[in-house]
């Protein structure tokens, strides 16, 4: 499902999904799944099944998902994402042609540029909608003042997932850690080929897990990981925050309600759907032997961002893919990430909207295109227009 620009695709996920094993480590929960005798219940709510093989299985799950938390957490400690290439650049010298087709396929999309829209309704107050960049970045300012501005005005701000949801999926790892690690199927050293699974298991032993429990692991959260530079995760683990959180938490601190417009329970389907299909294990590995890219794209998306030119983003990201000859099945990936989630976030909002004054925030990605938000907006009866962020 994913392919080789997951990187670009972690920005329509929540950052906290990279902290969320961390989390669930944490919790008195996970410790009493740990502990569980074999054959008994973990919890009183009954979630794990009696029975020998689930006591045996049990703790090996939650054992996993501890490792996996633990490595994320301890990442290498390399430095702040600053400082990669812009591969755009260069690839405006080596391949003008490909470059001038990148650019041309993003400005055939509507509102292919800007990340801060107000929109208006007669009778309501102004809102605001706001593409956001979700990994910490030196190139992106995390409080832009337009948003600041907007949020002392605001009377509610809605965001993709809410805090308290966010926190949820800790939870739900910690009653139940086979949403990570794979308990059902043969471990992913048994399924790909020797030369493929050492891809994987080299650009992990970066992240620091070791390879056994790499082999353990589901593909859907190794293929997060993987598209997550080792310089963020170092970030996250440093303290550095997204942009949604601290946005989230000026939020709060001015007195206003935080809402979702997603729950776990409708994007977990996404990441997960088809994660042993062939095509998403190729994606894995291509995605494993790109990692040392990862800065590079991080520099060379950040500097997009931060100039407003959201849609390249996305172009330049299947062109990476589809180079080597792959039909990665862009039309469908981008229906899933962006275009459903798009209409769900619309819905969850224009109560809200509808009253004005709401702030509503979602991965700049989201915004632009005949199904963004901005063009769905609009035909709701929205007045949407571009504004200045800074």
């Not at 990994?135 to 907007?150: K, N």
Request: glycine content about 8%.
């Amino acid at each position: 499902m994913l392919s080789r620009f997951a990187k670009r695709i972690v920005q329509a996920l929540p950052a906290a999904c990279l902290r969320v094993v961390d989390r669930a480590a944490r919790l008195p929960s996970f410790r009493q799944v740990v502990g569980a005798p074999p054959g008994r219940k973990a919890d009183p709510g009954g979630r794990l099944a009696a029975g020998p093989r689930a006591g045996r299985a049990w703790p090996r799950a939650a054992g996993l998902a501890a490792g996996l938390a633990a490595a994320l957490a301890a990442a290498p400690a390399a430095a702040h994402c600053g400082g990669g290439r812009d591969l755009l650049d260069e690839l405006a010298v080596s391949d003008p042609a490909a470059h001038a087709a990148i650019f041309a396929a993003a400005e055939a999309e509507p509102n292919a540029e800007g990340l801060f829209w107000t929109v208006s309704r007669d009778g309501a107050p102004t809102s605001w909608l706001m593409g956001s960049y979700h990994l910490p970045h030196p190139l992106i300012d995390p409080a832009p003042p337009g948003a600041v501005a907007a949020l002392e005005q605001a009377r509610v701000m809605l965001m993709e997932m809410s805090p308290a949801e966010m926190g949820d999926m800790a939870r739900r790892v910690a009653a139940d850690p086979r949403l990570v690690a794979n308990l059902d199927r043969p471990p992913l050293d048994q399924v790909l080929p020797p030369e493929a699974f050492a891809a994987v298991a080299e650009a992990m032993q970066a992240l620091g897990l070791p390879p056994e429990r790499t082999a353990a692991m589901r593909p859907w959260i190794l293929m997060i990981s993987l598209a997550t530079p080792p310089c963020v995760l170092a970030e996250l683990a440093g303290g550095a925050g997204s942009m949604d959180a601290g946005l989230a938490a000026r939020a709060a601190a001015l007195g206003l309600e935080v809402k979702g417009m997603e729950t776990w329970d409708s994007l977990l389907p996404i990441l997960q759907e088809d994660e042993w299909s062939r095509a998403s294990l190729d994606a894995l590995v291509l995605a494993a032997r790109e990692a040392d890219a990862g800065r590079d794209m991080q520099t060379t998306s950040a500097r997009l961002y931060a100039q407003e030119r959201v849609w390249p983003i996305w172009t330049y990201g299947i062109w990476r893919a589809e180079r080597t000859g792959r039909d990665v099945g862009a039309d469908s990936l981008r229906a899933r990430l962006f275009d459903e989630r798009n209409r769900r976030f619309v819905d969850a909002a224009l109560p809200e909207l509808e009253a004005g004054g709401a702030f509503v925030l979602a991965g700049a990605l989201h915004l632009g295109g005949e199904q963004g938000m901005v063009e769905l907006l609009r035909r709701e009866g929205f007045t949407v227009e571009r504004a200045p962020l800074r």
